[in-house]
């Protein structure tokens, strides 16, 4: 390994020598495929958040009426409240399952290698089949508490606000705490032996070695994907949609939501577009905070010494 | 090693499959039933050699599919040089589709559509034809269809679709087996609505389904106490742009009656988290869970489809919602969809237009698509009709359809049809929080007087 290591980076200084255009040009087709999918789009929705366009006629340029609609709407606070309690509370629920069950998975015991296979069956499916299902095992009248005939199942799931939230967080996790534990089980994986040899020979419990070293070394394991949680759980369309499509009333109406609606379903591509360049400025100042909270410098090594 | 390279392989398998998937599932989508045209066809149709063809876009799937394409194909064998070329559609599709495609000026020559609203968007932007002096130069065409089917045509006078297909209003259906067993009599006015919804709650068995997620669902109550009580004056303000339309007391006092009915349990319990597309709300009715239900025509064939033995046993009951007493409107009035609607697109050629044109006259529910719409369960909606009924198993319920649909005195078009699809959704999400009790009724018509107009 460390002979190749070696060679690789004798070969790159090697590049770098003759001459500095190599690397630039290997960075180009990701460029253009950021600029193709990303950025252009991206200026096209700034650019129609500043008309009125019903999708059938002219696009009118009207300044600033459409920011001017959606900032002063009432539904704009209570989506992001909406989009809010989704992303906290599914990363509340998320994080310490993941992190428990990628430990207990890192354990290369067969019958755990086994459960990890089970673990990720849910992220297999597609979330539309995900929602389609719960929502016929939930229904009040014909699901799952009507059919065995326990009561505790009967509640009315995605017809009582605060219960519909439920639903839709156990959902979220259900379906993604998988991948989580297994980034985490990774990063559990990365642990060098030797810190845990020596907190053994120092006499520390499991328990406070879960605490002292799998935790801190696992930070920028967390830091990742706490960022894929927050920002992911920004854009949650299909399995709401489905499921109980914003309702009941607006109880589950999220941002993305909010936008289809507005854009598709009522003609308003303008508006539509204010609220996606308002989810790109949270996304982008969620995912530079988590960074922040990573420290100054992420290339910094933990493994010193070990 | 070893794992290494080979897993770098399988990589780089994967990442080329990938796009072929992608491009395969493409196809998928964008290739609908039998037509070849896709989204290009309609604006560059006529610049093909040979005799020029227009398109012709419509919703897949029963009961629909099958009279529509068998009348364009009877068009298409009499009329050698002028062909319409045919795709087909699913439902929830169709709508982002058309909109996509006259957005990009390559709509189709005949647009198939719901009239109203809907329709109104399409004039304003300038993408349909203005068919009124057609219309006087062929009055024969005109003549022979219901006259309340042109009301959803006409926009500021003038008629800009072509009516078509069935007449579906919205029935009160109930299940006779479950007024024997609790011994009721169906009701007669609101008052013994209000009475029976006690006595079946009191039956353990829900008075009312409804698939309340749905949203115009629970619209169809309020058109009906809208009109019962108002008459039909008060949504037409709405629709006219008046100022503080939905103030009006009628509008105060149905909206109020709404959340009274929903205080008192008249809807099955979870009703807001039930969508009609699974037809949960159906099956509620006829398994007997719910007593009544208020829906569009339509459920019956759903009901005779997967109702088990319900229609042909005569369980399943029908009438019109009931008078309000003391209220202003006709007991006679409707609400629903008064028919459906083929409009042509202006970026059509010459050539097309005249195709288009001459399927209207000559096409369009000829004497084998009415037979074929019998069939179906649905009523054309042309004059004496009803003469096809005779020998048809459904011959009962057809014709309870078509006197409710010539004997209205109105037939008002379903309020998010007839309303734009921008005031349409304020509409429905506002629906949504006055039966989730969230808002009262005047909170109610204060966000809907915001959007009256738009």
């Not at chain 1, 993941?98 to 015991?109: C, E, K, M, P, T």
């Not at chain 2, 780089?12 to 493409?26: D, E, K, V």
């Not at chain 2, 929830?92 to 009239?115: M, V």
């Not at chain 2, 609101?190 to 309340?212: C, E, Q, R, T």
Request: charged letters at 15%; proline letters at 5%; one cysteine or more.
């Amino acid at each position: 390994m460390s002979a190749i290591s070696a060679r690789r980076t004798s070969s790159a200084a090697a590049h770098k020598a003759r001459g500095g255009a190599v690397l630039p040009w290997l960075a180009l087709p990701a460029l253009l495929a950021f600029a193709a999918f990303a950025l252009i789009p991206l200026i096209g929705v700034l650019l129609l958040s500043f008309t009125s366009w019903d999708t059938l006629g002219e696009i009118k340029l009207t300044g600033l009426e459409s920011w001017r609609a959606v900032l002063s709407d009432p539904g704009l606070p209570h989506a992001l409240w909406v989009t809010f309690l989704i992303t906290a509370l599914s990363w509340a629920v998320q994080t310490p399952a993941s992190i428990l069950i990628g430990v207990f998975l890192a354990g290369r015991q067969r019958y755990r290698e086994l459960l990890a296979v089970l673990y990720f069956i849910p992220l297999l499916l597609s979330s539309a089949a995900i929602a389609i299902t719960f929502k016929a095992l939930l229904d009040p009248n014909f699901g799952l508490g009507a059919g065995l005939h326990i009561d505790l199942l009967n509640q009315d799931w995605l017809g009582t606000p605060s219960l519909a939230m439920g639903v839709v967080i156990f959902i979220v996790s259900w379906q993604f705490i998988p991948f989580h534990a297994l980034l985490y089980q990774g990063g559990v994986r990365q642990i060098p032996r030797s810190l845990y040899e020596a907190a053994e020979l120092d006499g520390a419990g499991r328990v406070r070695m879960f605490f002292n070293i799998t935790l801190p070394q696992l930070k920028y394991t967390a830091i990742t994907s706490s960022t894929l949680m927050v920002v992911g759980s920004l854009t949650f369309f299909d399995l709401i949609f489905v499921l109980t499509e914003g309702g009941p009333g607006d109880a589950t109406r999220a941002l993305a939501l909010d936008m289809y609606k507005r854009g598709i379903q009522a003609n308003l591509m303008g508006q539509a577009c204010v609220i996606g360049v308002i989810l790109v400025l949270v996304g982008l100042a969620l995912a530079l905070l988590l960074r922040r909270l990573g420290g100054r410098n992420p290339n910094a090594s933990q493994l010193e010494g070990a | 090693m070893e794992s290494r390279t080979s897993s770098r392989r399988t990589f780089l398998t994967l990442s080329m499959g990938l796009p072929l998937g992608a491009a395969l599932a493409a196809c998928g989508t964008s290739g609908p039933a039998p037509s070849g045209g896709g989204a290009g066809g309609g604006a560059t149709g006529g610049s093909g050699g040979g005799g020029a063809k227009a398109t012709y876009w419509f919703l897949q799937g029963p009961p629909g599919e099958a009279p529509r394409t068998a009348a364009v194909q009877r068009f298409n064998k009499a009329n050698p040089n002028g062909q319409i070329e045919l795709t087909t559609i699913q439902n929830d599709a169709y709508k982002t589709k058309i909109k996509t495609a006259i957005g990009a000026n390559q709509a189709p020559t005949i647009i198939w559509g719901w009239g109203g609203g809907g329709l109104r968007s399409y004039v304003q932007a300038g993408q349909v034809e203005d068919l009124t002096s057609w219309f006087e130069q062929n009055s024969a065409v005109k003549d022979r269809l219901f006259p309340s089917s042109f009301g959803a045509a006409t926009i500021d006078g003038k008629i800009y679709a072509m009516p078509c297909e069935t007449v579906q209003p919205i029935v009160l259906f109930y299940n006779k087996k479950v007024f024997e067993k609790v011994g009721a009599q169906p009701p007669q006015s609101y008052g013994d609505i209000l009475d029976l919804v006690k006595k079946f709650n009191a039956a353990g068995i829900a008075p009312f389904s409804l698939a309340g997620q749905s949203r115009w669902t629970n619209m169809m109550w309020l058109e009906f106490l809208f009109d019962r009580i108002g008459g039909p004056e008060v949504f037409q303000a709405v629709f006219d742009g008046e100022k503080d339309a939905w103030n009006n007391p009628a509008s105060i006092e149905a909206l109020t009656k709404m959340q009274e009915l929903i205080k008192a349990n008249a809807f099955i319990k979870g009703f807001s988290s039930i969508t009609a597309d699974s037809n949960a709300d159906q099956a509620l009715l006829y398994t007997g869970k719910a007593a009544m239900m208020l829906h569009g025509s339509w459920s019956y064939g759903i009901q005779q489809a997967q109702g088990g033995d319900i229609v042909p046993s005569g369980g399943l009951g029908w009438m019109n919602f009931p008078p309000v007493d003391g209220g202003k409107g006709d007991p006679s009035d409707t609400v629903g969809n008064p028919g459906q609607y083929l409009s042509i697109s202006s970026k059509a050629t010459p050539e097309q237009k005249e195709i288009a044109k001459k399927f209207f006259a000559t096409g369009v529910l000829d004497d084998q698509e009415q037979k074929d719409w019998v069939g179906t369960g649905g009523v054309p909606i042309v004059k004496g009709s009803d003469k096809l009924f005779a020998g048809s198993k459904d011959a009962e319920f057809l014709n309870f359809i078509y006197g409710v649909a010539s004997n209205a005195k109105v037939f008002a078009q379903s309020w998010d049809q007839a309303l734009s699809p921008t005031a349409a959704e304020v509409l429905l999400d506002n629906i949504a929080k006055l039966f989730q009790l969230s808002i009262s009724p005047q909170q109610f018509a204060t966000n809907m007087n915001a959007v009256i107009g738009k």
